[in-house]
């Protein structure tokens, strides 16, 4: 038969095949097939998506005015570790802001 379908669809895994001794069959006292009926091998179809997730804020930031009720802004990055492989990317929101 043709190769199976590998066991993972990422990562690694195994795909298998088989086949029969009918074409023909022995008869009459003939020798069965030779080689394996069944044969397995390793697939791998690619690296396994990795999700995003946030590094630390930074440190807040100075205020935005000198006097009158300014704020502060800290950000973060998704590079802990960042997307791949299709992998989803960071949920939420990468600033922060007080108050």
């Not at 390793?42 to 100075?62: E, L, T, V």
């Amino acid at each position: 038969s043709p190769n199976g379908e590998c066991s993972a669809s990422s990562g690694e895994g195994v795909e298998s095949r088989s086949r029969t001794c009918t074409n023909p069959a022995p008869e009459i006292g003939g020798e069965d097939c030779a080689g394996a009926a069944s044969e397995s091998r390793g697939c791998n179809y690619g690296p396994c998506p990795i999700d995003g997730i946030w590094g630390d804020f930074s440190a807040w930031s100075d205020c935005s005015v000198s006097c009158g009720g300014g704020f502060l802004v800290r950000t973060r990055k998704c590079d802990n570790p960042e997307p791949k492989y299709g992998g989803e990317s960071c949920m939420g929101t990468m600033e922060e802001t007080d108050p």
